[in-house]
Structure formats: C-alpha cells, structure tokens
C-alpha cells in the first residue's frame, strides 16, 4: 500500500482472509487501518457531494414542474386562440347523457331520524260533487314527506324517593336510593349536563347563547357560571 491521496480502492477492499490478518505485523495493521480511515472518510465525503446535488436537483424539478403547470394553464386555458377546436363528435359518437338521480325521500336519505307517521282525515266526511251523497274512506293515502325538527323542551322533574319503616319495632327507616348521577344534589340532570357540554364544545355555542335560547322557552334566569 503506498501513502498516495489516490488509493486503490480495488486493493484496499480485497478480502483478507483470517491467516492473512494474524500474519499482519503491527506496522502493517496500523497501515491498513490508516488507508480504511482515508476510505471511509473519501466515501463520507462522496455521500456529502451526492446528497447536496440531490438536494440541488429537488430544487431544480419543483422549479420546471412549477413552470410546466404555469405554462399548461397558459396553453390550455379555456376559450384561448392557441388551443385548437375539437371536432364535435357524430350522433354515434356522442356520449349518452347521465339520468338525473332521483331525490330520495327524507325517510331514506336520513335513517337514523325517527319517522313519526300522521294521518290527517276529515271531521265530516265529504259529499259527492256528482250524486250529493256522503262519502267513505276509501282507505288510500297520498303520502308526502318533509323534514322537520321538535324545538328544545324544558320540564321541572319532581323526584320522590320513598321511605319505608318498621311497623314492628318502628326502629329503622330506609330510604329508596338515588340513581347514579354525573353531580349528585346538582339542580340540573345528566340529559341537560350533556346538552350543555356538547354545545359547548361540540357546536362551539357561546353559554350566553344557550341561556337566551332556553329564556325564549320560558327558562328565564338560568345562570351562565353554573
């Protein structure tokens, strides 16, 4: 091995096998660890050149493909004088046009809504316009559907729990429990606690905003702080 800048690579990296590496003296080892040190650090320096062209090249084809989309858009932009007209197809050739979907019914388009059915008949069943006489359910129905939505409803719930007692001993009095709720002794329910959270957080509805809603429902003075 020579000290030269310009080392062989093809000598330096040809496999040693283990008799040859015991027969190294130590000069030789420390030679040969010298030129794999040079070697790593003329790879290390190849990787360092490869990878800022890379980065150059990136930088490079973003540029073109920035250009190439503004160019395209300049070409092939509508109603330009550069773009040639297409022929406009024959009668065989033209694509059949695409069937409107047809808008389903509430029921369908929302499952998840409940459907509340209502029948709406007369007081007094009609007369006939030709003989005058009074007519029957024929017993079919012209159906129609639309969405509709029930306004928050607030109600006061008056919970009693029952006591019981001994009428033996009249010693001991046990009360019903109280089912499990989120803040127990709290004025508001669980139904109203979620109500409130959920538009909060959810519907990012100001809780000023919920009490004037529940105000024009006849809850007027609820305190936002509670």
């Known amino acids: 091995m020579s000290d ?9 990296l040809a496999p040693l096998t283990l008799e040859q590496i015991k027969s190294l003296k130590k000069e030789e ?14 790879l290390q320096s190849f990787y360092n050149e490869a990878k800022s062209a890379n980065v150059e090249l990136q930088e490079k084809i973003l540029l073109l493909e920035e250009q190439y989309v503004v160019l395209k858009n300049q070409f092939f932009a509508r109603r330009s004088e550069k773009s040639e007209p297409q022929p406009k ?18 029921s369908e388009r929302y499952p998840n809504v409940p459907l509340i059915k209502r029948d709406l008949e007369l007081q007094a069943p009609p007369s006939c316009t030709l003989c005058n006489e009074k007519m029957t359910d024929s017993g079919m129905v012209e159906s129609s559907e639309f969405l509709t939505i029930i306004p928050m409803q607030f109600a006061v719930i008056e919970q009693n729990r029952h006591k019981y007692r001994c009428s ?12 499990p709720r989120i803040c127990p002794g709290s004025s508001y329910s669980d139904e109203m606690i979620l109500d409130v959270a959920l538009s909060k957080f959810c519907d990012l509805m100001p809780i000023e905003r919920y009490v004037s809603m529940a105000a024009r429902r006849g809850v007027e003075g609820l305190p936002p702080q509670s």
């Open 89 to 106: 197809p024959s009668k065989n050739q033209r694509p059949k046009k695409k069937r409107k979907q047809k808008h389903q019914k509430p």
């Open 4 to 12: 030269d800048n310009n080392v062989d690579i093809s000598k330096v």
């Open 29 to 42: 080892l420390a030679l040969l660890l010298f030129h794999e040190q040079k070697l790593r650090l003329q």
């Open 168 to 179: 033996k001993c009249h010693g001991d009095i046990k009360t019903t429990p109280a089912p």
